[in-house]
């Protein structure tokens, strides 16, 4: 008689159980537009951030490498998110709308 290892077998209760379990790859709109708002804003306060701190906006250019580091802050997050839906959308291998989190 052959060994039957009974923690990886298949039961009726598992073919019933089947059906909760369904992949839904729908882009999430919510995170998508939080990413590229994300990336918007973070790519104007660079910008801004740099042309501030090269004419002294604000009498030095403390206020202008505040703007240029929030700006960076803003952008890396969305950059990568944004990134990760834009393939996902593509249907490269690897990337999938699941991977972004939830808001």
């Not at 159980?17 to 990336?39: D, G, H």
């Not at 030095?60 to 834009?86: E, M, Q, W």
């Amino acid at each position: 008689m052959a060994y039957v290892d009974h923690a990886f077998s298949i039961s009726d209760e598992d073919m019933m159980m089947e059906n909760t379990y369904t992949v839904n790859n729908r882009p999430p709109i919510k995170e998508i537009a939080l990413a590229v708002s994300l990336l918007v804003f973070g790519s104007i306060g660079m910008i801004l951030g740099i042309i501030m701190a090269s004419y002294k906006v604000g009498g030095d250019r403390t206020h202008g490498v505040f703007f240029t580091i929030l700006g960076s802050i803003l952008f890396i997050p969305g950059f990568y998110y944004t990134r990760i839906a834009y393939y996902a959308y593509k249907g490269y291998k690897g990337f999938s709308f699941s991977t972004i989190p939830p808001v």
